[in-house]
């Protein structure tokens, strides 16, 4: 299996960065869905009740699916033909739920860490200190998520994911809560009823 | 008061809430989170001693423990002495006896962890081992206290498992409720009412100490249950 980390470099000037094909079958409806995946961000639309959540947890490997294939950066992540299903670890994506899911019992500090936890300490520090500085949470190191604002604990979840310097970062409704101006732009392009497949080049 | 009876039922009672904490802990996580269609098949072994009989499970398990089953003959080998009438049955004995008090708020705890944390551990690269032991278990704290405290005490007040398996034998099987009730058989109501009395104290402290625990950490927020660390 190719390593995703050390080819990113070469690939970064395709603009083919994946391709997604695939079908689930549960008992109240069918996904059915295929298609290509380009550098930069790719958003899907739809109302709720589409299947853009159970999308993402199936790219994320969080879902067991019939068939297809899930390709990213020319790493394979599922393969019905094949029968290659990657585990949720292997995939290393990076994933933003809908509902956050910080961890409660752990401080920002700690959320972020978390899937970091083998790399050597300067290395991980470094990283939190770049990230938290991006992120503008640095004053909110040692708080707890309850003790955070909406759009803080977004943040930190988005940081929490980027860290770990995912292949793919997947964003469930990204402007839900968002500490973002409310100007006419972020509305009226993104909506509400969001999901967001973006290709990172933040490491 | 039977100070030796006491003390033995002390040391039964935190030996098995310890042996039934690890114990517990493997097979409540697979009760709450395997998937398996017979499941409800192994949730009612484990919960069967709520419902028996004491008399009746301390049949079996004499039987079982007894020279003539496999298991006793296998623990006679390896000893020389016979698994009933010894300390050591009776914690057999009041393992399975109190299972379902530890499983059971174990299972709860578990299962009321929020899968999508669960999900969020599993996507930043952490194996369900990690995962157990991050995020599962202290935020299970609540039912795993309350696991502990009812399985002590419901060890600490046996009393049809430990007179069927355990006879009444001073220093080695009597136990507290047997202690009592052998004061009662001698008309012996005063000592009776005394031992009865401080073990009703006991376990009405412990259960008030694990209600009041578990409803300050629901109303005290995640600073007051974490400590603020």
Known sequence: MADGRSSRHVRRKVTDRGRIELRLRDPEFTLDVGFMLRSGITILFGPSGAGKSTLLDCIAGLRLLDEGRIEVSGVVFFEHASAINRSVQWRRVGYVFQELALFPHLSVEQNITYGIASLPKNVRRERVDRIVEAMRISHLRRRRPAEISGGEARRVALARSLVTDPRILLLDEPLAGLDIPRGPRSSTIFGRGTSCIEFLSFM | ?229
Not at chain 2, 34 to 39: A, D, H, I, M, Y
Not at chain 2, 51 to 76: C, D, H, K, M
């Open chain 2, 1 to 229: 008061m039977d100070w030796q009876a006491l003390w033995l039922t002390i040391r039964l009672a935190t030996l098995v809430a310890g042996l039934l904490f690890v114990l517990g802990l493997p097979i409540a996580y697979w009760i709450a989170f395997s998937r398996w269609r017979w499941k409800f098949f192994v949730e009612a072994v484990v919960g069967l001693p709520i419902v028996l009989p004491p008399t009746v499970l301390g049949f079996y398990l004499l039987v079982a423990l007894g020279p003539r089953s496999p298991l006793g003959r296998v623990w006679i080998a390896l000893t020389g002495h016979t698994l009933a009438f010894t300390f050591s049955g009776l914690v057999i004995g009041s393992i399975i006896y109190s299972l379902p008090f530890a499983v059971q708020p174990f299972a709860t705890a578990f299962a009321a962890v929020d899968s999508r944390l669960l999900a969020a551990s599993a996507v930043l690269g952490a194996s369900r081992l990690r995962t157990f032991w991050r995020v599962v278990l202290p935020l299970s704290l609540p039912g795993l206290l309350t696991g502990v405290g009812l399985s002590f005490a419901h060890t600490a007040g046996e009393f049809g498992v430990v007179l069927m398996i355990g006879g009444n034998i001073p220093g080695v099987t009597r136990t507290v409720s047997i202690d009592i009730y052998d004061r009662v058989q001698s008309f012996d109501y005063a000592s009776a009412n005394e031992t009865a009395l401080a073990l009703l104290v006991f376990s009405f402290i412990v259960l008030v100490l694990l209600y009041g625990l578990n409803r300050g950490w629901r109303t005290g927020g995640v600073r007051g249950m974490y400590g603020g660390r």
